[in-house]
């Protein structure tokens, strides 16, 4: 059964779904007055509700049920990423790590960036569409972009690691627990004061892998690797 979205459902009995999930209900699956559907409001609960009215652009649907999800993960990763220039690679990076399994993505600016300006909204979408596509009922969290410095500085985490090509620890060796933070740089790299800034700041440099990875699927690796590391 398709996973619908909607924010704001608790307390609610009746609820009109977006304009988009109206489209997708009425046009792409077909669904009719009465149907059964399932929705998320991306904060752990899980609604089955039927179908009161399909009208294209607002469909509106009647709460039957509600179920709370737990987070199968046991742990909460965070990857804070600068954006590539050819934006197509950071929105995959954004889709494929919703779908292995993310909590918390933040876009950031160092020395060498590129690309210094995100489309929030569009990458809201992609985070949902990702969410629903892997049956998950928790939404990542997208920050605001940030400048690496700031981020450094205030990042409180235990374990916090920063992704570097001349890092002596490679990420397979460790053993993550709870809450992790990786930083993955931009193509160029970071610069050796901000990775000694981030060591100075308790972060862990990594090798993330022996080969030569671009940006975006070094974060992909990080969150496919960590998963893996608590099966």
Same mark, same amino acid.
């Given at each position: 059964m398709s996973l619908f979205y909607c924010e704001n459902i608790e307390?609610?009995?009746?609820? +009109?779904?977006?304009v988009e999930e109206s489209l997708h209900l009425t046009k792409v699956l077909r669904l009719k007055k009465n149907d059964k559907i399932e929705i998320t409001d991306g904060k752990g609960f899980l609604y089955k509700?039927?179908?009161?009215?399909?009208k294209q652009k607002q469909c509106v649907v009647e709460i039957n049920d509600k179920e709370i999800k737990q987070d199968i993960k046991p742990y909460k990763l965070h990857i804070a990423l600068a954006p590539t220039k050819n934006i197509e690679r950071f929105e995959w990076f954004v889709?494929?790590?919703?779908?292995?399994?993310?909590? =918390?993505?933040?876009?950031?600016i160092s020395r060498h960036s590129e690309r210094k300006v995100i489309k929030t909204d569009r990458i809201e979408k992609i985070i949902i569409s990702a969410m629903k596509q892997s049956q998950k009922y928790h939404k990542p969290?997208?920050? +605001?972009?940030?400048?690496? !410095?700031?981020?450094?500085?205030?990042?409180?985490? =235990?374990?916090?690691?920063?992704?570097?090509?001349?890092?002596?620890?490679?990420?397979?060796k460790y053993k993550f627990s709870d809450d992790i933070i990786f930083v993955v740089g931009p193509e160029g790299g970071f610069d050796e004061d901000e990775i000694e800034l981030a060591k100075s700041k308790g972060f862990e440099p990594v090798l993330i892998n022996n080969f030569r990875l671009r940006t975006e699927t070094a974060g992909v690796f990080i969150a496919?690797?960590?998963?893996? !590391?608590?099966?």
């Open positions: 307390n609610q009995s009746v609820i +009109s779904l977006s509700a039927t179908i009161i009215d399909n889709e494929k790590s919703v779908e292995i399994g993310i909590d =918390k993505i933040t876009p950031i969290v997208f920050d +605001s972009i940030l400048d690496f !410095n700031d981020f450094i500085c205030n990042c409180n985490n =235990k374990q916090k690691f920063i992704a570097y090509c001349k890092a002596d620890n490679l990420l397979s496919s690797s960590v998963g893996i !590391n608590f099966l």
